[in-house]
């Protein structure tokens, strides 16, 4: 049987809910100098009954303004996807998120709308992504 705890690393903590071992209240700090800078976002991570042969399902449920996040909270990450390993640890995965806010790539977008404003107007889509954060991200 696997036993999980918190996870906690600078910027991120992960705490699985009592009754629920396998499901996880995360939390990600946006990263400085980002567009997500101060606010914090909160996802759910479930850890499926064939985890670790495969990958756990994380989303977001703090709204976000970003390509590589849908309406519905779901993250484009290869690690997620095609490029996962039962190798990865989950704070490998939550520390590839928190970066993935660092750095969104519009070239490889799951919000299509997103990342095409992202790819015209750069710096009306960061003002965007930063109003976000303050409206949804900050308590």
């Given at each position: 049987?696997?036993?999980?705890?918190?996870?906690?690393?600078?910027?991120?903590?992960?705490?699985?809910?009592?009754?629920?071992?396998?499901?996880?209240?995360?939390e990600?700090h946006?990263?400085?100098?980002?567009?997500?800078?101060?606010?914090?976002?909160?996802l759910?991570l479930?850890?499926?009954?064939?985890?670790p042969?495969?990958?756990?399902?994380?989303?977001?449920?703090?709204?976000?303004?970003h390509?590589?996040v849908?309406?519905l909270?779901?993250?484009?990450?290869?690690?997620?996807?095609?490029?996962?390993s039962?190798?990865?640890?989950?704070?490998?995965?939550?520390?590839?998120?928190?970066a993935?806010?660092?750095?969104?790539?519009p070239?490889?977008?799951?919000a299509a709308?997103?990342?095409?404003?992202?790819?015209?107007?750069?710096k009306a889509?960061i003002?965007?992504?930063q109003?976000?954060?303050?409206?949804y991200?900050?308590?």
């Open positions: 049987m696997i036993t999980f705890s918190s996870i906690r690393v600078p910027g991120i903590s992960a705490v699985p809910h009592e009754d629920n071992l396998r499901y996880f209240d995360v990600i946006g990263p400085a100098q980002s567009p997500y800078e101060g606010g914090i976002f909160k759910e479930f850890l499926p009954d064939d985890y042969m495969t990958p756990p399902k994380i989303r977001f449920l703090t709204k976000i303004f390509p590589n849908d309406k909270g779901r993250i484009c990450l290869d690690v997620l996807k095609n490029n996962w039962p190798a990865l640890q989950i704070r490998t995965i939550l520390l590839s998120i928190q993935l806010l660092g750095a969104p790539n070239d490889d977008p799951l709308d997103v990342a095409k404003s992202w790819k015209e107007d750069e889509a003002a965007t992504a109003e976000w954060t303050r409206q991200a900050q308590s």
